[in-house]
């Protein structure tokens, strides 16, 4: 039913489209400086990203949802290693 493990690599995943995000972001700027002729449809490509990069945030919201519901651990507020170990099912604080 809520399958915890796929609820992990998503979250995982998500973490790629904000990469991905900024990439696009860094490379529209650069078309708006090279020709402000662009700008238009650069800003309407921006707002596209942008609402492409929050479903992405409200899919990992969703797998930490799933996570605390399952194991009954909160990891929002977790970084880095513990983060890593939490998510591969070990002890954060070992």
């Given at each position: 039913?809520?399958?915890?493990?796929?609820?992990?690599?998503?979250?995982?995943?998500?973490?790629?489209?904000?990469q991905?995000?900024?990439?696009?972001?860094?490379?529209?700027?650069?078309?708006?400086?090279?020709?402000?002729?662009?700008?238009?449809?650069?800003?309407?490509?921006?707002?596209c990203?942008?609402?492409?990069?929050?479903i992405?945030?409200?899919?990992?919201?969703i797998?930490?949802?799933i996570?605390?519901?399952?194991?009954?651990?909160?990891?929002?507020?977790?970084?880095?290693?513990?983060?890593?170990?939490?998510l591969?099912?070990?002890?954060?604080k070992?």
């Amino acid at each position: 039913w809520m399958d915890i493990d796929e609820a992990v690599r998503i979250y995982r995943e998500c973490k790629k489209v904000d990469q991905e995000y900024e990439g696009i972001v860094r490379q529209l700027m650069t078309y708006m400086m090279e020709d402000s002729r662009t700008i238009p449809s650069v800003l309407t490509a921006l707002f596209c990203a942008r609402s492409i990069e929050r479903i992405g945030d409200r899919c990992q919201n969703i797998c930490e949802y799933i996570f605390y519901y399952v194991k009954g651990q909160d990891f929002r507020h977790v970084g880095g290693d513990e983060l890593d170990k939490l998510l591969a099912g070990k002890d954060p604080k070992e």
